[in-house]
């Protein structure tokens, strides 16, 4: 094992003495010339639920599959309950589920067959094997299909098999990559439900990516951003949304007026004025305060105004505000 | 989920990771008879087109049973496209293979219990194949024995070729190379004794054939039916099989290691 008690000189957030559920050092990987990660420093403790939160060839899922085993690091050092995730992947891999992006499963088994084997691979015997079906099929919700082929499946089905493979040999760590991509939002809010639960109920440590903001606030103890291979923030996700401080006002407009925006930053009420694509942003110390002189302001302008609202900041506005752009936004470019 | 982490999950051990692996290739075949069917029906027509049409010509050079000679043809026609390495290509390419590789299982156990799978299926599918001969006539010199050793001999030439479609469906996951990788056995075997005695053939073909592994393959098959235990005949097949499947096995355990080492 490449010592992780040396690199624990620095733990972040961590119970001193407690082995991290997974940390990363300076962590890289390229595919020839496209870097995917750029140096990842990561601490995730025992228990938490961290959402990987980034766009679209951000590299979250490369970090995952280094994290899984699946991808050597081209440098840097990766641990995964405590195990080296090259020096000791087998260590690693009785320890972890996963639950890839797209849902790895064979469709001409049935789900009794593909679960019972995945137990087999787990070194776990008939009865073990017998018990925890009984259990994660409870948990997962998937009812008479079980002894159905899992072609048959719908999307969601399969979503919920996957993941009960994932927890078949009770896993220390849960690697969910984008859980609820391409799910309905029914049964977004079932797996968001689901994951909670396994959480709560079991202590799971559970490391899930998305590049769904309200996900990420909605599940994650801790939230890391990253942009372009490289983590730009960490920490709970209502630090990160306090630590922009200010509140926003929307304006959505259509026009032109160039003076506008050097008339709303002259406001005393207001601290920094942007736009984007027909919309004009207003941060505010106060958006209560600010609302009705930058409603004036916007009146006496040349713009057409068709709505204006304010809000508090969301993990969006974090990203925005450390890479300059919005999460879908640079998903798009990449 | 009452009493959790009660259950931990553990390394399995190579032997049940084999079975565990071969156990879930098993299962599929019975689902897809398709491709057991077929793998029947091709060899035996053919067997029965060449034998309506070549055993007045075989008589005629030397006397001998035409339908035992062409026997071991039909079984090696039969055994050599049985394999699961189109298997292999779909759980590349749905990510399954990714969730095993994910497992503690031995990644060794990943091709061979493949491989197992495919010995067994090999060995189920020999049982037709030889009845139609036995019903049609053809005697076993060797006796019961014998056609054991045919089983045995075919099973491993089986698993001898089977390495290159595996090597193919490792290194390019891709349906249509596998495909491709069986069109390799045709020249094999038609350059070779397979339809004529090699004492019959001329000039390049029977050089080609002389050193065309099988022609010693199908010599070794040959000599169990027709002429009895015979050591030679029966080492030059086994050193015929042992040198395909050096070349073949050796290719796919290349594979694999470039798969994982590709990812890992």
């Known amino acids: 094992m490449t010592g992780l008690v040396e690199h624990l000189e620095t733990p972040r957030g961590a119970d001193v003495g407690r082995v991290p559920a997974v940390r990363t050092s300076e962590l890289v990987r390229h595919f020839a010339k496209t870097v995917a990660l750029a140096g990842i420093d990561l601490h995730v403790d025992q228990g938490e639920i961290y959402g990987f939160l980034g766009p679209n060839g951000a590299g979250k899922s490369t970090l995952i599959r280094v994290l899984c085993t699946l991808l050597r690091p081209n440098s840097g050092h990766a641990w995964v309950a405590g195990h080296d995730v090259v020096q000791e992947p087998h260590e690693v891999r009785v320890r972890i589920g996963v639950a890839l992006q797209e849902a790895a499963l064979d469709d001409r088994q049935s789900g009794r067959e593909l679960l019972t084997l995945q137990g087999r691979l787990y070194g776990l015997r008939p009865g073990e094997i017998r018990g925890r079906l009984d259990d994660v099929l409870d948990l997962v919700d998937i009812g008479g299909a079980i002894d159905r082929r899992i072609g048959t499946y719908s999307g969601g089905m399969k979503r919920r098999l996957d993941l009960a493979a994932a927890l078949v040999h009770q896993p220390e760590v849960l690697f969910l990559d984008e859980p609820t991509t391409g799910l309905d939002p029914q049964s977004r809010e079932r797996v968001w439900a689901e994951v909670k639960k396994l959480n709560r109920e079991l202590g799971i440590t559970i490391f899930l990516t998305t590049q769904y903001l309200e996900e990420a606030d909605a599940l994650a103890d801790r939230v890391g951003i990253i942009s372009r291979g490289r983590i730009v923030a960490d920490g709970p996700p209502e630090v990160l949304k306090r630590s922009l401080r200010n509140d926003l006002i929307v304006a959505e407009v259509s026009g032109e007026d160039p003076g506008v925006l050097d008339r709303l930053r002259q406001l005393d009420v207001v601290e920094t004025v942007s736009r984007e694509k027909g919309k004009i942003f207003v941060s505010s110390p106060s958006a209560p305060v600010a609302l009705s002189p930058v409603a004036i302001e916007l009146d006496k302008s040349m713009l057409q105004v068709h709505s204006l609202t304010s809000r508090s900041p969301s993990l969006d506005d974090v990203f925005r505000k450390l890479t300059g752009n919005h999460i879908e936004a640079e998903g798009s470019e990449t | ?264």
């Open chain 2, 1 to 264: 989920m009452s009493e959790p982490l009660e259950v931990r999950g553990r390394e399995a051990g190579f032997l049940r990771d084999l079975r565990s692996v071969a156990g879930r290739a098993l299962r599929q075949v019975p689902r897809e008879p398709v491709s057991v069917l077929s793998a029947i029906f091709i060899p035996g027509f053919f067997y029965a087109v060449n034998v309506g049409a070549l055993e007045n010509v075989a008589r005629s050079l030397g006397g001998f049973s035409y339908k035992a000679f062409l026997l071991p043809m039909a079984i090696a026609f039969s055994v050599t496209g049985m394999s699961r390495a189109q298997v292999l290509v779909t759980d590349i390419q749905s990510g399954y293979f990714d969730r095993l590789c994910m497992t503690p299982v031995r990644r060794l156990a990943l091709l061979l219990g493949l491989m197992v799978a495919d010995v067994l299926v090999i060995i189920a599918l020999c049982v037709p194949v030889l009845a139609i001969g036995l019903g049609i006539g053809v005697h076993f010199a060797t006796g019961v024995p014998g056609i054991l050793a045919f089983i045995g001999f075919s099973a491993l030439w089986g698993l001898s070729f089977t390495g290159l479609p595996y090597a193919v469906a490792l290194k390019t996951a891709s349906p249509a190379a596998v495909n491709a990788s069986y069109i390799l056995f045709f020249p094999l075997f038609f350059l070779s004794d397979a339809v004529m005695p090699k004492q019959v053939l001329t000039g390049w073909f029977s050089a080609i054939a002389t050193y065309n592994p099988i022609t010693y393959l199908l010599g070794a098959l040959r000599s169990l039916i027709l002429t009895g235990w015979q050591s030679r005949s029966l080492l030059e097949g086994l050193a015929a099989l042992a040198g395909i499947g050096s070349v073949s096995l050796t290719l796919a355990l290349l594979a694999l290691r470039g798969r994982l080492n590709r990812g890992l």
